[in-house]
């Protein structure tokens, strides 16, 4: 007998069943299996990481630092908005900048920034 537990099934089904999925859904399918986290990383990539918005505050430069380190999400950022609300000077975040630029690059990521 054919075991037709989620993990269990062929790849090409798997991606099959996840191309059924809207993408406001596709992180509760992520969630539904651990097989289908890894099936989905490049449309959840592609869907939710190429437009990325970031205050220019301590927290907001540290998660852009952290998301351009991730190897399967960084690669697939196109536009980096840094949004300030006159608050903040940029020169006093320049090395959380930096790093997340230099992240990027080693990527081989062309991107847009908007600020």
Known sequence: MVDTRIPHLPNEILYEIAGYVDDEDILNLRLSAKVFEYITNDRFA????????????????????KITEHSVFAPHIR???????????SAKYHDLLDQAFRNLAAHGNAISIGL
């Open 79 to 89: 536009t980096v908005v840094i949004g300030h609300g006159g608050k903040h000077s």
């Open 46 to 65: 592609t869907t939710f990481f190429g437009d990325r918005a970031y205050e220019l505050s301590p927290e907001g430069l540290e998660a852009l630092v």
